[in-house]
C-alpha cells in the first residue's frame, strides 16, 4: 500500500493515551458520565462496549470493498446495534443483576459516538489486522478513561473501590458525587487536570530545548 | 380521556422536561450538548431538529413496539397462530428491538431531512445541517427503549399519548439544557477562565451545576398530581 497511515502498533498505543477516547476526543460521553459511580458497573461497560468495538471494527474492515458511501453509516450501526444486542443478551442471562444496574446504557452503546468514529476513521480503510488494534487500542483507552472517573467518584462517593471499604469509617461521604451533578464536575475538573498537565510539560520540554 | 390520564401525560412531559432532565440527569445527548453549545441560535435550531425527530421516532417506535415487538404483540401472534404454532406460547421479539430502533431512527432522520429539504427550504437552513448528526444522538435512541419498557410492563401499557408526551418533553428537555449552555458559554467567552478549563472542562463544571439546579426540583411531579386533582375538583 502507497498511503502509509500509522501502523497497527501506533494505531494500538495512540487508541491508549495520545488519542484517548474520553480525554482527548471527549467521544461516548453518555457512559462515561452514566455508568461511573462506581468501579464495577464501569467495568462491565468498557467490557461490553470493546466487545462491540472490537467485533465491529472486525466486520466493518471485512466488508469495507461493499460499502456504498452513502448507506456506510447505516450499515454500522446496524452492525454494532448486532453486537450490543448480543452483549446486552449474555448481560442479562448471566450478570442479571449488573445488566439492571447499567439499564439502558448497555443498548446505548449503538450510538456510541467511539465506536462509529472508528469504523468510519479507520476500520473501513484498513486491513483487518489494523483494525483489530485500533479497536483494542481505543477500547483500552476507553476503559482507562471511565476506570479513573469511576475511581474518583467511588472513593469519594463512598469511601470504597470496586465495593470494597479503602477510606477510613469517618470518611463522610460525598453522596453528590454519586448523583449526576459528580459526574459532571469530576469529569470537568480530570480533564482540567490532564490538559495542565500537559502545559506543564510541553512548557518544560520548550524551556529545555531553548536552553540546549 | 380521564382525568388520572391528563396527568400521567403532564407528570410525564414535566419529569422528562425538567426534574429528570434528558442531558442533565440521564446523560444523554451529551456530546451535542458539548459540541454545539456555542451560540444560542444555533444550539436552539439543534434542539428544535431533536425535538421535532424525537417525536417521529417516539410515534413509529411506540407503533413497531405495541403491534410487533413487545411481548404478547398482536402482528406476531397472529402470524404464529397462522403458521399453526402452539396457542399457549407467548411470542416475544423484544430482542430485535435495538436493530429494528436504530433503523426508524436512521431511516426517519433521512426522510425528515428530504422532506425539510424539499419543502421548507427556511427551516433546512436554519437546522438542516444537524440533521444527519441526530442520528448518533442517544436522546433519541433512549426514548424508544423507554417506550420499550413500558410497554414490556402489561401493568403501565403506555398508549400513544403517553409515548409521544415523553419525546416531546425529552425533546423539550434537551433545547431548554442546550439552549441554557449556550447562553452561559456565551458569557464565559468573554471572562477570563483558568486556561486549562477553557472549552470542555469548563463546559462540563457548568453542566454540572445545572444538574444541580435540575436536582432542586425532585418532587415536584407528586405536587403536580395534587396541583391537577385540586384544579378539577
Redesign the interface.
Known sequence: MTLTGPTAGERFINGILPENPVYRQ??G??PT??VTGAMKPALTMVAATAFALVSANLITSLIRHLLKPHLR??VF??TI??F??IA??FLAAYLYSMSKVLG?YV??I????LI?SRCEVCSSKQSLGIALADGVGMSLGFGLGLASIATVRELLGSGSWFGIPVLPAAWPDWG?ML???????V???L???I??VG?VRGAKKRARETSA | MTMDSITLLIQIFVSAAIINNFVLHYFVGICPFLGVSRRVDTAFGMGCAVTFVISIASLLSWTLTYYILRPGAPLPAWLWRVAGGAESVTVDLSVLSYIVYIFVIAASVQFVEMYVRRFSPKLYKSFGVFLPLITTNCAILFTCLEILKQLQDPMRLWGLAEALTLGLGGGAGFTLAITVMAGIREELELRDVPRPLRGAGITLIVAGILAMACMGFAGVDKSIETTVQYLLH
Open positions: 471527549l467521544l460521553m453518555c458520565l452514566a453509516i447505516l450501526t446496524l446495534a448486532t450490543v444486542t446486552d443478551r439502558p443498548p446505548l449503538i450510538v456510541n459516538c462509529i453528590i448523583l449526576p451533578p459528580g459526574a459532571f464536575l469529569l470537568g475538573l480533564l482540567a487536570t490538559e495542565w502545559r
